[in-house]
């Protein structure tokens, strides 16, 4: 697929917004998955949170992340879920290139 500069530029930075999207919302994901951890493995409290408190608002926070995960990280010219690589540089659906760098 033929892409001017200008296109490969602005959806460059499409994805860039995205995938900084993405990583911002693993941070609360993150956070609470480590509390409900460490509530766990200390007699089922941590910084006085107790497990049956923790381990529901992981599950809730972790569901709303990967919803999130899912609705965002898409591309930009064709409604295809990107899938797990972060890293992508071409949509896998439609062939359309995110950087300006060419193909290895």
Known sequence: MNQTEGQ???IGEIIRKRRRLVAVSSI???????????????????????????????????????????????CPACPAYLGLVAASRFCPKCGIRFNAKPDE
Request: charged share 10%.
């Open 8 to 10: 490969i530029q602005k």
């Open 28 to 74: 609360p994901f993150s956070a609470f998955a480590a509390v409900a951890l460490l509530s766990r493995i200390t007699s089922g409290r941590f910084l006085g949170i107790p497990f049956s408190i923790a381990g529901p608002v992981f599950c809730a926070v972790f569901l709303a992340t990967l919803v999130l995960h899912i609705l965002v990280w898409r």
